[in-house]
Protein backbone atom coordinates (compact mmCIF):
# COMPACT_ATOMS: atom_id res chain seq x y z
CA UNK A 1 0.00 0.00 0.00
CA UNK A 2 1.71 3.00 -1.37
CA UNK A 3 0.10 6.80 -1.18
CA UNK A 4 0.49 9.24 -4.05
CA UNK A 5 2.59 11.94 -2.25
CA UNK A 6 5.63 13.86 -2.96
CA UNK A 7 7.77 15.20 -0.80
CA UNK A 8 8.20 18.74 -0.13
CA UNK A 9 12.00 19.88 0.55
CA UNK A 10 12.26 22.32 3.36
CA UNK A 11 12.54 26.00 1.57
CA UNK A 12 16.39 27.85 2.04
CA UNK A 13 16.27 30.19 3.54
CA UNK A 14 14.56 28.09 6.57
CA UNK A 15 10.83 30.76 7.60
CA UNK A 16 11.94 29.44 11.06
CA UNK A 17 15.47 29.10 11.74
CA UNK A 18 15.18 25.14 12.97
CA UNK A 19 13.63 24.52 9.74
CA UNK A 20 10.35 23.60 8.33
CA UNK A 21 9.78 20.60 8.70
CA UNK A 22 6.40 20.49 10.36
CA UNK A 23 5.03 22.75 7.89
CA UNK A 24 6.55 20.91 4.74
CA UNK A 25 4.90 17.49 6.36
CA UNK A 26 1.58 18.76 6.55
CA UNK A 27 1.98 20.21 3.13
CA UNK A 28 3.18 16.68 1.64
CA UNK A 29 0.11 15.26 3.67
CA UNK A 30 -2.04 17.50 2.30
CA UNK A 31 -0.77 17.53 -1.19
CA UNK A 32 -0.23 21.12 -1.41
CA UNK A 33 2.74 22.61 -3.15
CA UNK A 34 5.89 23.79 -1.78
CA UNK A 35 4.68 27.28 -2.51
CA UNK A 36 2.25 27.07 0.36
CA UNK A 37 5.03 26.25 3.02
CA UNK A 38 4.02 29.73 4.65
CA UNK A 39 0.32 29.02 4.36
CA UNK A 40 0.78 26.52 7.65
CA UNK A 41 2.28 28.73 9.50
CA UNK A 42 -0.63 31.41 8.77
CA UNK A 43 -3.07 29.24 9.48
CA UNK A 44 -1.40 28.48 12.73
CA UNK A 45 -1.58 32.35 13.24
CA UNK A 46 2.39 32.35 14.36
CA UNK A 47 5.24 34.06 12.67
CA UNK A 48 7.38 31.07 12.16
CA UNK A 49 10.84 33.51 12.80
CA UNK A 50 10.01 32.66 16.05
CA UNK A 51 8.41 29.65 16.89
CA UNK A 52 8.23 25.96 15.21
CA UNK A 53 5.26 24.31 14.92
CA UNK A 54 4.85 21.88 17.91
CA UNK A 55 2.20 19.49 18.49
CA UNK A 56 -0.05 22.27 20.08
CA UNK A 57 0.06 24.28 16.81
CA UNK A 58 0.04 21.24 14.99
CA UNK A 59 -3.67 20.63 16.31
CA UNK A 60 -4.69 23.92 15.91
CA UNK A 61 -3.92 23.83 11.96
CA UNK A 62 -5.85 20.57 11.37
CA UNK A 63 -8.93 21.60 13.31
CA UNK A 64 -9.25 24.49 11.66
CA UNK A 65 -8.82 22.58 8.25
CA UNK A 66 -11.14 20.64 9.35
CA UNK A 67 -13.73 23.39 10.46
CA UNK A 68 -13.28 24.68 6.71
CA UNK A 69 -13.95 21.17 5.51
CA UNK A 70 -10.73 20.47 3.80
CA UNK A 71 -9.48 18.02 6.03
CA UNK A 72 -11.02 15.64 8.06
CA UNK A 73 -8.60 13.83 10.90
CA UNK A 74 -8.32 10.89 13.16
CA UNK A 75 -6.98 11.81 16.41
CA UNK A 76 -6.79 9.14 19.05
CA UNK A 77 -8.67 6.75 17.68
CA UNK A 78 -5.80 4.33 16.59
CA UNK A 79 -5.78 0.75 17.69
CA UNK A 80 -2.65 1.15 19.59
CA UNK A 81 -2.10 4.87 21.38
CA UNK A 82 -0.79 4.51 24.96
CA UNK A 83 -1.64 7.51 26.57
CA UNK A 84 1.91 9.34 27.22
CA UNK A 85 2.70 10.94 30.45
CA UNK A 86 6.09 12.72 31.44
CA UNK A 87 8.00 9.22 31.65
CA UNK A 88 6.95 8.26 28.35
CA UNK A 89 7.59 10.65 25.76
CA UNK A 90 4.84 10.34 22.94
CA UNK A 91 7.24 9.57 20.00
CA UNK A 92 8.42 6.25 22.18
CA UNK A 93 4.91 4.91 23.51
CA UNK A 94 4.95 2.73 26.86
CA UNK A 95 6.43 -0.13 25.01
CA UNK A 96 8.09 1.10 21.58
CA UNK A 97 8.82 -1.41 19.30
CA UNK A 98 7.07 -4.42 21.47
CA UNK A 99 4.09 -3.48 19.69
CA UNK A 100 5.25 -3.20 16.38
CA UNK A 101 2.39 -5.63 15.24
CA UNK A 102 0.23 -4.15 16.31
CA UNK A 103 1.13 -1.14 14.87
CA UNK A 104 1.88 -1.85 12.02
CA UNK A 105 -1.57 -3.01 11.07
CA UNK A 106 -3.20 -0.03 12.47
CA UNK A 107 -0.55 1.85 9.78
CA UNK A 108 -2.08 -0.40 7.11
CA UNK A 109 -5.63 -0.33 7.94
CA UNK A 110 -5.08 3.76 7.66
CA UNK A 111 -3.37 3.66 4.69
CA UNK A 112 -5.52 1.26 2.99
CA UNK A 113 -8.60 4.14 3.73
CA UNK A 114 -6.32 6.81 2.28
CA UNK A 115 -5.57 8.11 5.51
CA UNK A 116 -1.72 10.11 5.40
CA UNK A 117 0.04 9.99 8.74
CA UNK A 118 1.83 12.36 10.33
CA UNK A 119 4.32 11.82 13.09
CA UNK A 120 6.86 12.88 15.80
CA UNK A 121 10.28 11.08 15.26
CA UNK A 122 14.02 11.99 16.88
CA UNK A 123 15.63 12.66 13.63
CA UNK A 124 19.10 11.64 14.60
CA UNK A 125 17.98 8.30 14.99
CA UNK A 126 19.67 7.01 18.21
CA UNK A 127 17.06 6.08 19.95
CA UNK A 128 15.04 6.52 23.18
CA UNK A 129 18.44 6.20 25.45
CA UNK A 130 21.87 7.46 23.94
CA UNK A 131 24.88 9.66 25.45
CA UNK A 132 23.99 13.04 26.63
CA UNK A 133 26.53 16.03 25.48
CA UNK A 134 28.41 15.15 28.83
CA UNK A 135 28.42 12.08 28.09
CA UNK A 136 25.63 10.78 30.92
CA UNK A 137 22.86 8.23 29.01
CA UNK A 138 20.08 10.77 28.84
CA UNK A 139 16.77 10.28 27.49
CA UNK A 140 15.44 11.79 23.81
CA UNK A 141 12.07 12.79 22.91
CA UNK A 142 10.80 13.67 19.12
CA UNK A 143 12.24 16.82 17.06
CA UNK A 144 11.24 16.33 13.62
CA UNK A 145 7.72 15.59 11.79
CA UNK A 146 7.92 13.11 8.88
CA UNK A 147 5.33 11.53 6.85
CA UNK A 148 3.88 8.39 6.63
CA UNK A 149 2.49 7.08 3.00
CA UNK A 150 3.28 3.57 2.62
CA UNK A 151 3.41 0.09 4.15
CA UNK A 152 4.65 -3.73 3.05
CA UNK A 153 5.64 -6.58 3.67
CA UNK A 154 9.02 -8.41 2.06
CA UNK A 155 10.16 -11.99 2.14
CA UNK A 156 13.99 -11.57 2.89
CA UNK A 157 16.94 -14.24 3.02
CA UNK A 158 18.01 -15.16 7.06
CA UNK A 159 21.80 -14.62 6.36
CA UNK A 160 22.28 -17.12 9.85
CA UNK A 161 20.14 -19.59 8.17
CA UNK A 162 20.77 -20.60 4.59
CA UNK A 163 17.28 -21.07 2.74
CA UNK A 164 15.67 -19.61 5.39
CA UNK A 165 13.27 -16.37 4.99
CA UNK A 166 11.53 -14.10 7.32
CA UNK A 167 9.04 -11.59 6.36
CA UNK A 168 9.84 -8.17 7.16
CA UNK A 169 7.39 -5.28 7.52
CA UNK A 170 8.41 -1.62 6.15
CA UNK A 171 7.08 1.70 6.26
CA UNK A 172 7.32 4.37 3.54
CA UNK A 173 9.09 7.26 5.69
CA UNK A 174 8.87 10.97 3.94
CA UNK A 175 11.30 13.50 4.99
CA UNK A 176 11.52 17.26 3.93
CA UNK A 177 15.32 17.68 5.29
CA UNK A 178 17.95 18.42 2.96
CA UNK A 179 20.28 16.61 4.96
CA UNK A 180 17.87 13.59 6.05
CA UNK A 181 16.90 10.33 3.89
CA UNK A 182 14.18 12.08 1.69
CA UNK A 183 11.63 9.85 0.66
CA UNK A 184 12.57 6.18 1.86
CA UNK A 185 11.58 3.04 3.38
CA UNK A 186 12.25 1.95 6.79
CA UNK A 187 12.20 -1.22 8.48
CA UNK A 188 9.30 -1.38 11.08
CA UNK A 189 11.65 -2.31 14.13
CA UNK A 190 14.36 -0.41 13.39
CA UNK A 191 12.24 2.98 13.04
CA UNK A 192 10.43 2.66 16.23
CA UNK A 193 13.27 1.25 18.07
CA UNK A 194 15.69 4.48 16.36
CA UNK A 195 13.28 6.87 15.79
CA UNK A 196 10.26 6.57 17.58
CA UNK A 197 7.29 7.50 15.60
CA UNK A 198 4.84 5.54 17.81
CA UNK A 199 2.38 8.17 17.89
CA UNK A 200 0.70 8.79 14.54
CA UNK A 201 -1.86 11.71 13.54
CA UNK A 202 -4.08 10.62 10.51
CA UNK A 203 -5.21 13.07 8.06
CA UNK A 204 -7.49 12.10 4.93
CA UNK A 205 -7.52 15.72 2.93
CA UNK A 206 -10.71 16.17 1.09
CA UNK A 207 -10.72 16.61 -2.65
CA UNK A 208 -10.06 19.84 -3.74
CA UNK A 209 -13.04 19.95 -6.40
CA UNK A 210 -14.91 18.82 -3.63
CA UNK A 211 -14.24 21.83 -1.55
CA UNK A 212 -15.17 24.10 -4.38
CA UNK A 213 -18.80 22.33 -5.21
CA UNK A 214 -19.28 23.21 -1.40
CA UNK A 215 -18.17 26.21 -1.23
CA UNK A 216 -20.22 27.27 -4.57
CA UNK A 217 -23.16 25.98 -2.70
CA UNK A 218 -22.53 27.55 0.38
CA UNK A 219 -21.89 31.20 -1.40
Known amino acids: MVLDRQRVEQPLPHLHPGGDCGACALCCALGWPAERVADIYALAEIDPARASLTEFEMRRILDSLQYR ?8 NAPVMPRPDDHYPRCWGYTGESLSTEWFQ ?9 WVG ?10 EWSLGPNGEMARFDADHWVVIAGAQTRWEDVAAVPGAKRLTRYVRIICSSRSGRGDHWMEVDEFLRKHGGFRVWWVRPIPPALV ?8
Open 118 to 127: LTLVLFAGTG
Open 106 to 114: SVRLHLADG
Open 69 to 76: EQVIEDWD
Open 212 to 219: ARREEKSA
